[in-house]
């Protein structure tokens, strides 16, 4: 009976979604996906596109509340948590089945988890896995039995995890991050070795999955169809029959298919097209608040950004609101810290404060009073309109407010990002996205000897301030160490933050259950079409 | 002439190899690589990464490894019939693709090469039908109104550039009448506007060059001889001066259709087409180097091929030139 519905909406690639066995309407919502996804592996991905399908196709241990993405029941009915706080036990709902009906047991989690580990498969997101026992030595070849690392299942509904330091926003993780999803490993091993990502078990026909939906056509570059999953635990929630995603890069094609009604929801919206809906479609423009802070690094070895009063001096003289409200346009917040504002009940009291004239007080006693004799400092920038557009009004700001001259210079991504990871760049813009909603994950980058530190800057106070919120008691206290944090960041400036992001893209107002959430993801079982 | 194909397909050889080597080495010394991310790589993940794709050997014998597997070890041109797949019909293995670990070059090519393939068909008859006789119009009737008419139209057509014209036609006819999707390639109506639009630029080249060769070819003696001798000017023109009038437009028709058959990257991008084009260009940003060296390599054998099929037709239509 499904699958005859489907085909008919398989079948309809404008307007109208066909009908079911039963004559309802059927529900199928059509989104816009940004790129084509690399793979539907949990495992082998790294892509927000990819994410948003993943999404639907797989859930997790610990779900996301629909309204603000704190943790849910998920497959995990319930958990225990240990007084030290490292031995998590989860007790898996007893009517959970894969998409092809064999049962979901806590064996599966622990083979999915070690094949991410394993080094031959050589997973990019096998890190999220390493705040687990024995995991990182795993992973690094180091440990070869696995036995040893933390992941245990005790019988076939209970899966036990000990981690090797505390994690206070485990949880969050869990309820966003798919790294912890678990994989039907049996039907994996039909098609190749585990520790293979080439063994083609993700295409359509073939994927087995625990989510509300399943796939059923997957054409690269066209689209990607998953129709609802009658096997999944909370199926009577589930109103929507399909999801189509299309993948579509360029923003401008993208509109133009949600006004010809190919699309339900778009991706992005061109910028220049912000005001526009503003003006004449405003119930179907979203502007909403997106994890995410778009800031300057300083390589704090490179003078005349080692000294942290220069770098303060630029921060304060960059003017913010003429900023987000003259040059980017896209409703985003001014950044005075690094930290997002209310995140996971979080907003950093500390600011930058003092403006221009505390600017060039600083600038004049690090020795350069009015930018006198201070050599030109280069910003590097990715290959970008918006990047250039930031980047001229900002260096135009410098030169008049301290009268510091900057030169621009801009490489193509890969480039970028090597100049980036090689330091070979004196300031370079940049910008972070959270994949949980913790303040920490903007924190815990600037850490001496992350990977992500590109500033080289080091300070042993913040390093043991960081380390010890692990071990925080409660919450608040957790949230006072990181206001230290975040007021030693805008002391010393390793990266200068400029706004937070927000996420703008359009949504036909007939579909309900999409409420804007600080990580841009819906969980599309509470999603459903209004008809009336 | 068959000596001549050997020669010249034999002469190919060499001018692949090169094109492989060189792409080959540029791309590998171009910064960045196919596991450069915003969110950095630890070194073990990379060292895991590299032994995976075996970018862990020495240079030398990954060059030598993917040469070996580039070459045909295998004869069954029957299984072509089933898909495009070259590693089935002759064994040519372009290897898996960096950007997509769950898919081969191979598949990505036998899967968008005939979308583009279909497109590039379409754009060309429409360039042909409508280049041809707008360019032999303005030659006939030259420094009239019709020949200003022509030439400005082909002129136009070769101003407005793909990314103006495509989305003018989808505002006009896909978004205000409705008629068409504003992007996809889905059903066979989606194929008019990108063939439309990618097709409208290759009319105003051609009715160019064909106007251009025309108008040299009716100025010579033969053409006043067969004139004398109380030719009708239909068969002045279609019979003697075409042939040699359309020399231009050939030699201008081999890369063009070597370009049009590999996909536009503008075209693909603006109708969402699943098409090789994109690849081409996405696969150098994205350091995908198996399939950089597939498309490259696809590119290179459509237009040596191309290349060689204009010269034979250029030997036909016109007597002056031999197979030497």
């Not at chain 2, 040469?67 to 898996?96: E, N, S, V, Y």
Request: glycine fraction near 8%; proline fraction near 6%.
């Amino acid at each position: 009976m499904l699958s005859a519905g489907f085909a008919l909406a398989g079948g309809c690639a404008r307007h109208g979604d066909g009908a079911g066995a039963d004559g309802r309407p059927l529900q199928v919502l059509r989104i816009g996906n940004g790129a084509e996804p690399q793979d539907l592996d949990p495992e082998a991905i790294t892509g927000v596109p990819e994410l948003n399908i993943i999404l639907s196709l797989f859930d997790s241990l610990v779900g996301a509340d629909p309204h603000d993405l704190h943790p849910i029941p998920g497959l995990a009915e319930s958990w225990d948590i240990s007084n030290d706080r490292l031995v998590y036990t989860f007790h898996l709902r007893s009517n959970l089945h894969w998409s092809d009906g064999n049962p979901i047991t806590a064996g599966e989690f622990v083979k999915s988890y070690q094949r991410t580990l394993t080094p031959a498969f050589a997973s990019e997101v096998s890190y999220k896995l390493w705040c687990v026992v024995g995991a990182e030595d795993y992973n690094h070849g180091m440990l070869t039995d696995f036995s040893k690392v933390g992941f245990k299942a005790l019988d076939d509904r209970t899966l036990q995890v000990t981690l090797r330091q505390r994690i206070p926003f485990l949880l969050k993780i869990l309820a966003t991050d798919d790294v912890w999803d678990p994989l039907p490993v049996k039907v994996l091993a039909r098609y190749g070795p585990l520790d293979r990502k080439d063994t083609g078990w993700t295409k359509a026909g073939r994927l087995v999955g625990s989510g509300a939906f399943m796939l059923k056509e997957w054409t690269p570059d066209q689209k990607i169809v998953v129709v609802r999953n009658p096997y999944y635990w909370d199926a009577a929630r589930v109103k929507l029959d399909a999801i189509e995603f299309y993948p579509v890069v360029d923003a401008s094609t993208e509109e133009r298919m949600f006004r010809t009604g190919q699309l339900d929801i778009t991706s992005q919206l061109p910028s220049t097209k912000i005001d526009v809906y503003k003006r004449e479609h405003p119930e179907e423009l979203r502007l909403e608040p997106y994890l995410g802070v778009y800031f300057y690094r300083c390589n704090v070895t490179r003078p005349p950004l080692n000294d942290a009063r220069i770098r303060r001096a630029l921060a304060l003289a960059v003017d913010r609101e003429r900023l987000v409200g003259d040059v980017v346009k896209g409703g985003e917040q001014p950044a005075y810290a690094v930290s997002y504002p209310n995140d996971g009940g979080y907003t950093p009291r500390a600011r930058l404060t003092g403006g221009v004239a505390e600017a060039r007080r600083l600038l004049a006693e690090a020795g350069f009073p009015g930018g006198k004799g201070m050599p030109p400092i280069e910003l590097l920038y990715n290959t970008f309109k918006e990047h250039q557009d930031i980047g001229e009004a900002i260096q135009a700001m410098w030169l008049e407010n301290l009268g510091v001259r900057v030169t621009l210079r801009n490489e193509d991504w890969k480039v970028y990002l090597d100049s980036q990871h090689t330091h070979n760049f004196q300031l370079e813009r940049a910008g972070w996205i959270a994949d949980y909603m913790d303040p920490h994950v903007f924190l815990e980058i600037w850490v001496t000897a992350n990977g992500n530190n590109d500033t080289l800057w080091s300070d042993p106070e913040y390093d043991r301030l960081l380390r010890s919120s692990l071990d925080a008691d409660t919450e608040e206290a957790r949230y006072e160490i990181y206001q230290k944090l975040d007021s030693i960041l805008v002391e010393e400036c390793p990266v200068i933050p400029i706004y937070y992001y927000t996420s703008f893209y359009t949504v036909n107002p007939r579909v309900q259950g999409w409420w804007p959430t600080l990580l841009n993801i819906h969980p599309y079982k509470f999603v459903h079409l209004d008809r009336t | 002439m068959f000596r001549f194909i050997g020669y010249r397909l034999l002469q190919a050889i060499p001018v692949m190899l090169i094109i492989i080597t060189g792409t080959f080495f540029m791309q590998r010394f171009v910064p960045g690589g196919p596991f450069t991310a915003e969110k950095a790589v630890t070194p073990e993940v990379l060292r895991n990464l590299n032994a995976y794709y075996h970018l862990d050997d020495p240079l030398w014998k990954q060059y030598r490894d993917y040469l070996w597997d580039l070459c045909p070890k295998a004869f069954h041109p029957g299984a072509l019939t089933q898909g495009l797949d070259l590693k089935q019909a002759f064994g040519i293995d372009f290897r898996p693709s960096f950007k997509y670990p769950n898919r081969t070059v191979n598949e990505i090519i036998a899967d968008k090469l005939p979308v583009s393939l279909e497109l590039g068909f379409y754009s060309l008859l429409i360039a042909l039908a409508v280049g041809l006789p707008l360019g032999v119009l303005a030659a006939v009737r030259r420094n009239t109104w019709i020949d200003y008419l022509c030439s400005s139209l082909a002129m136009t057509g070769i101003c407005v550039p793909t990314f103006v014209l495509g989305p003018i036609l989808v505002l006009l006819l896909a978004i205000h009448a409705g008629w068409f999707n504003a992007s996809g390639w889905y059903s066979p109506i989606d194929r008019i506007l990108p063939s439309l639009t990618l097709g409208s630029v290759y009319a105003a080249y051609i009715a160019r060059l064909s106007r251009g060769g025309l108008l040299e070819i009716m100025s010579q003696d033969f053409i006043r001889t067969a004139r004398a001798k109380g030719a009708t000017e239909t068969r002045v023109i279609f019979k003697h001066a075409l042939r040699g009038g359309l020399l231009p437009v050939v030699s201008f028709l081999g890369p063009a259709i070597a370009g049009i058959l590999t996909g536009s990257f503008v075209i693909e991008t603006i109708f969402q087409i699943p098409g090789l084009g994109r690849e081409f260009v996405n696969s150098a940003f994205n350091r995908d180097y198996t399939l950089v060296l597939g498309t490259v390599i696809l590119y290179a054998a459509l237009i040596v091929g191309m290349n060689l099929v204009v010269d034979v037709v250029q030997v036909w239509l016109n007597p002056k030139l031999k197979f030497e």
